[in-house]
Every structure is written in C-alpha cells, then in structure tokens.
C-alpha cells in the first residue's frame, strides 16, 4: 500500500451527503476505559460519524 499525497485543490467527501470536506467536526468521548481518550469524527453538513481515533490530539 502507497501513500500519495492529494493536492491542494482535492478534498475528500463525506460518503452519506457527498459533501466536500474542507473541515471535520470531532468530539472527545469519554475515556474507553483502557486509559486511552477516544475521538470521533463526524461531517458538518450531516453529522453522520466519518470515523473514530484514540490518537492524543491534546493540543487542540
Ligand atoms: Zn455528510
């Protein structure tokens, strides 16, 4: 598997409403338990969940 790198002009899109994600909406949830915040992700224009992440994303 590769990785390419998109271009400026490309943004994915949201596959329930086909919108154009220039932004994603996330919220914290409550700690799963094995120590770890988890995050989930969701698109702006219908709120449906895009995906979840146990990444440390502190900083935000
Ligand atoms: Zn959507």
Request: hydrophobic share 35%.
């Amino acid at each position: 598997m590769q990785y390419v790198k998109a271009n400026d002009s490309e943004d994915p899109k949201c596959p329930h409403c086909d919108a154009k994600l220039t932004k994603v909406k996330f919220k914290n949830l409550a700690n799963d338990g094995f120590g770890k915040r988890k995050l989930i992700f969701f698109c702006p224009s219908c709120n449906k969940v895009l995906g979840f992440s146990d990444a440390d994303v502190s900083y935000f």
